[in-house]
């Protein structure tokens, strides 16, 4: 097999004395990190849409990455070149995951068969390596809005066509999914959302995508596949409306339509930031619902409006993910995709492993960070404590819905000096300092 990423050897762990930049400082794979190694801790995946199918274009622009599979014209030749170089990019980054669409791997062909069988081509390529490799499916999904067919949406598009093609392909996905061993399978709603209003049955399409949800719960059954359902939330574009804007949007959904049994969230931390919350509020929002699934690791730019998704490097970041993740008992079926690409600029295909290590090193000082937040109890004493009045008392009554409003009022009315104390916000920030920058 032809080697496509020639300059870079295996990247190693050197620690952080090192100064070379294709080398681990803080990811140290088989560390123990508690009773979990990082490895096991972290579950890093690479997304193949940013890191090999896209070249770098923007709405102004044309692309710019350089890749060694340029000059393949034929689109198949190319797809199995690229999948090559895939497996030795996730080898020599030591990931054990990585996460597709089925139009990231394989291209589109004339008619819904055709593209199926140019798909069916591919996967049997990837299976084999991920046999050669030791290389994991975390989840794999549809695209279901870059043809212009989905202009209008795909479950939630005004056309029944369109709703149809859209279940064959996913249904298709599916199968593709479970072929590779996938532990998980993704739904982003790319366009399930809407432009205007005043075109706009809401009622129905919502109910449209919860049918869709609903029948791909039955196709998993029907075909056993059993790896775990994702829900994507994000706010808005490419529509300027998403119905899974965000994690709250999405867990009500789910429930309302009965389908909260079968899904968790993938969380994305640019996504969390377009909703106007925090990553650690999503992550929360999630986790306390018991849906925390996985994460889309990247993070946004605080100038920028839209969905950057760069690599992310912020170690406040990566620190309170890692602490929700903790607080929820670890990634069971989820991990830590980087659904994230270098930016246009970055061109060079070296870049690609700087973007990641720098990722991968980030989360890797996060882990650590959180699980001594987490072992010391500081914070998770603070909360109980702020919340001591629900343990005793009249907040006990409270808790055990021993009381209404009748004895809330006597007991108010008995009790005219209330006592309030600090919330404590820049000591905890101090605290958060504390740990991350270490003593
Ligand atoms: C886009 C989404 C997408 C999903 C997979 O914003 O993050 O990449 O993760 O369809
Ligand atoms: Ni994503
Ligand atoms: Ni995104």
Request: aromatic residues 14%.
């Amino acid at each position: 097999m032809a080697e496509y990423f020639k300059d870079v050897k295996e990247i190693k762990y050197e620690g952080p004395k090192s100064d070379n930049p294709l080398a681990f400082k803080y990811y140290n794979p088989d560390e123990l990190v508690g009773n979990k190694t990082m490895r096991e801790h972290l579950k890093f995946s690479v997304a193949y849409w940013h890191t090999f199918t896209a070249q770098g274009t923007d709405p102004f622009g044309a692309g710019t990455m350089i890749r060694s599979w340029d000059h393949i014209q034929d689109p198949m030749d190319k797809a199995k070149v690229r999948m090559e170089a895939a497996f030795e990019f996730f080898d020599k980054l030591g990931v054990d995951y990585f996460c597709f669409h089925d139009r990231d791997i394989a291209p589109e062909g004339e008619t819904l068969a055709e593209t199926n069988k140019n798909l069916d081509e591919i996967v049997k390529i990837a299976k084999q390596l991920m046999e050669d490799y030791d290389i994991k499916l975390l989840w794999g999904t549809a695209n279901t809005f870059n043809n212009p067919r989905f202009v209008h949406g795909a479950a939630t598009s005004c056309n029944a066509d369109v709703f149809a093609y859209t279940a064959a392909q996913i249904k298709k996905a599916m199968d593709v999914t479970k072929e590779l061993g996938g532990e998980g399978y993704t739904f982003w709603g790319g366009r399930e959302g809407y432009e205007t209003l005043l075109n706009t049955d809401m009622k129905l399409e919502l109910d449209n995508y919860a049918r869709l949800l609903h029948m791909a719960v039955d196709y998993a059954k029907q075909i056993g596949f059993d790896g775990q359902f994702y829900i994507e939330p994000k706010p808005k574009e490419p529509t300027k409306h998403q119905y899974d804007f965000d994690a709250a949007a999405v867990v009500a959904f789910l429930k309302t339509y009965g389908l909260d049994d079968y899904f968790k969230l993938n969380i994305e931390t640019n996504h969390a930031t377009l909703a106007g919350h925090t990553m650690q509020h999503e992550l929360m929002y999630a986790r306390i619902n018991n849906m925390l699934g996985s994460v889309d690791a990247n993070q946004g730019d605080l100038y920028l409006g839209w969905d950057t998704d760069q690599f992310p490097t912020d170690i406040y970041l990566t620190t309170l993910v890692m602490y929700e993740v903790l607080q929820a008992g670890g990634f069971t079926t989820g991990g830590l995709n980087f659904d994230a690409k270098v930016r246009r600029p970055s061109f060079e295909p070296i870049d690609l492993f700087y973007a990641h290590i720098v990722g991968m090193d980030s989360f890797a000082k996060g882990l650590k960070i959180a699980y001594k937040m987490k072992q010391d109890g500081k914070f998770e004493k603070i909360i109980a404590d702020r919340y001591a009045s629900y343990t005793e008392g009249i907040g006990k009554d409270i808790i055990e819905g021993k009381v209404g409003f009748s004895e809330l009022e006597r007991y108010a009315l008995e009790n005219n000096e209330i006592k309030n104390v600090s919330g404590r916000q820049e000591y905890l920030e101090w605290l958060l300092n504390e740990y991350i920058l270490g003593k």
